[in-house]
């Protein structure tokens, strides 16, 4: 009988939808940050080492009074160990702050994704409700990182509400969603289960409501000390009044994992919304400087492209199609010949040159013989690529302009040497011509520069989340332009998430998001494609005849 039941606890775990709902697919662990109301004081959490999905991880705090341009770090204590999916909210004078924790099971070390059919009812073996997996939902900290009071689940339900729960996986489904907002469609799943006060100092929770029940249970609790306030208490000041915990749309523009993974919340939650952008942005990446200027490096080529900077070497490369030359530049501006072939190439993660040579993929260092990768194309297609760029899994994603007519993005896979075909422009007709293409940090987005030169309104630039097995999730990065840029050609993303785009005559430079963030006028002729120098310091830029530099850093 036993058995039996452990088998409905596994069956229901795959067919129950609960909070983290799985499908093959987990939120990430995350502990997103919070800002005072008038923002003086933030609290943000920080992973100590390498974050890993199950654990075990170690957090850290880091309280900050902006005003007095004062900053602590100290531990985060009660949420050392497994997975962790939780918001912080900081009170108004900074001397208390709160974390919740809405499904995930606290687990001392690494989570076990299916443990939770061991904590279901079974006959004669009621669950613990005192169990420590059902333990620190929520947590009141003082500004030092000590612990006022620890909630747990047993601390808001009732008897027979427990009897209302379901245990999956490693989760607890305690919680209602609020009318009109769903988990699978909110920015955090969390945000579909809780309301919170302007000032951050109530959490307002509905209950799953018993059998029977016509309507859910609410329960308000402060974030200052812990406690839970009694159903008759009136909030009649308009901060004390829990409401959503972000303006704005409920939904994502798409639902993919990829894009609920990219979402990084404000600081603000009550206020503001957060913004789609590169999860593994880096803090301190050199931003475009407002005063940066493109100065003449070279001029006299005939067809300048795909400038590449080996950072072993210190050098860039970059190849003149017409000349059919690759030259190497020793900065400032020591030019030498490297091979008399042209070859379009960018160089990988593992600091090595990938190009095309003599119809075939290969990838070198100067002064090395080339290493033949791949032969032939799908289909058995001649080689031939207009723009490359690779991942640090190796995966490869090339593009053919006008091969066949209206070009194709293919994908590479390094380690069997097979390539695929992501796009053809013949079939979808609004990603003709696919040009530039470059990678997110995190290498979970592919942006690609579509030209489109037949139909220029949807030319622009789009953005693909990348699956595990390096293909695309084509239907949910064609959707949507993910920037209204007029046949551009030339890509290259900076550590801190921004997109850099030739166009024209200018270099546009845009957010994470996909907003404008400013721009470079090319000072002669159109911009054919850019790189990154060392550390991101200088931008390079090639068009048909010159090789151009800009300085980032102030």
Not at 47 to 52: A, D, N
Not at 89 to 102: R, V
Not at 187 to 199: G, L, M, N, T
Not at 513 to 527: C, E, F, M, R, V
């Amino acid at each position: 009988m036993a058995t039996r039941w452990t088998m409905i606890c596994g069956l229901l775990a795959w067919l129950v939808p609960v909070a983290s709902a799985r499908a093959g697919y987990e939120l990430p662990c995350h502990i997103d940050g919070c800002q005072s109301p008038d923002g003086r004081f933030v609290i943000t959490a920080e992973p100590v080492g390498k974050l890993t999905n199950h654990g075990p991880n170690q957090w850290q705090f880091v309280w900050k009074d902006t005003k007095a341009n004062k900053t602590e770090k100290f531990m985060a204590r009660g949420v050392q160990g497994g997975q962790v999916h939780a918001q912080l909210f900081i009170a108004p004078d900074g001397e208390t702050f709160a974390l919740f924790n809405h499904v995930t099971l606290w687990t001392e070390g690494k989570s076990d994704m299916h443990g939770a059919g061991k904590l279901c009812d079974q006959p004669g073996k009621p669950r613990n409700r005192m169990d420590d997996h059902f333990s620190r939902r929520l947590i009141v900290y003082r500004k030092d990182g000590s612990i006022v009071k620890e909630l747990g689940v047993n601390d808001f339900l009732k008897p027979e509400e427990w009897d209302a729960t379901l245990a999956v996986f490693n989760r607890i489904h305690w919680l209602k969603e609020y009318p009109g907002l769903n988990f699978k469609t909110t920015p955090r799943h969390a945000y579909a289960f809780y309301q919170v006060s302007p000032d951050y100092t109530v959490l307002e929770l509905q209950l799953t409501p018993p059998r029977g029940a016509k309507a859910p249970r609410v329960v308000r609790v402060s974030l200052t000390d812990g406690r839970i306030l009694d159903s008759e208490e009136k909030l009649d000041d308009k901060h004390k009044i829990p409401v959503r915990p972000f303006r704005g749309e409920a939904t994502l523009p798409d639902t993919t994992p990829t894009t609920r993974e990219s979402y990084v919340p404000s600081l603000d939650p009550v206020r503001q919304e957060g913004t789609f952008k590169t999860a593994a942005s880096v803090d301190g990446a050199p931003a475009a400087n407002p005063s940066a200027r493109l100065e003449l490096v070279k001029d006299g080529f005939t067809k300048l492209d795909t400038p590449a900077w080996l950072p072993n070497e210190k050098c860039l490369l970059v190849t003149d199609l017409e000349q059919k030359k690759l030259f190497r530049l020793d900065p400032p501006g020591k030019f030498a010949t490297v091979r008399d072939e042209a070859c379009r190439g960018k160089v990988g993660p593992d600091g090595r040159f990938y190009g095309v040579l003599g119809g075939k993929l290969a990838s070198w260092r100067p002064g090395e013989e080339p290493q033949v990768i791949l032969e032939k194309a799908s289909e058995g297609r001649d080689l031939s690529l207009n723009d490359l760029t690779l991942s640090a899994r190796d995966f490869l994603y090339f593009t053919t302009l006008k091969d066949p007519d209206k070009g194709r993005l293919s994908v590479v896979n390094l380690r069997s040497k097979t390539v695929t075909v992501a796009f053809d422009g013949e079939k979808e007709t609004a990603l003709a011509n696919p040009n530039g293409v470059a990678l997110s940090p995190d290498g979970k987005f592919l942006y690609v520069g579509i030209s489109n030169y037949k139909d220029r309104g949807k030319s622009g630039i789009y953005r693909f989340p990348v699956k595990d097995d390096g293909s695309l999730d084509l239907e949910a990065g064609k959707k949507n332009k993910w920037a209204n840029v007029s046949g551009p050609d030339g890509l290259a993303v900076a550590a801190d998430g921004q997109v850099y785009a030739t166009a024209g005559g200018v270099v546009v430079i845009l957010t994470p998001d996909g907003k404008n963030a400013g721009s470079l006028k090319i000072p002669q002729g159109s911009g054919t494609n850019l790189t990154f120098g060392a550390d991101e310091k200088v931008l390079y830029v090639t068009t048909d005849r010159a090789l151009y530099v800009a300085n980032l850093k102030p």
